[in-house]
């Protein structure tokens, strides 16, 4: 297997799941026999990015508020 075939996998894998968490992704990490690094990378691009977007829409959402007052 090439070196970067066990993360696709987990990658296709986490997409199928009904809800992304720190817990879906350790279990991916598991299963699919990942390094640390492989598992943090999955984090920052699953959750620190789904953060990210829940803040700009939250600020979004403030500032369309403001606008129609």
């Not at 598991?30 to 700009?56: K, N, T």
Request: aromatic share 8%.
């Amino acid at each position: 297997m090439n070196e970067h075939e066990s993360l696709r996998k987990a990658l296709s894998w986490l997409l199928e799941q009904p809800q992304l968490d720190q817990e879906t992704i350790a279990e991916a990490s598991r299963h699919f026999d990942l390094s640390p690094v492989d598992e943090e990378f999955l984090h920052r691009y699953f959750i620190e990015e789904q953060q990210r977007r829940a803040d700009i829409q939250s600020k979004n959402t403030r500032n369309d508020d403001l606008d129609s007052s």
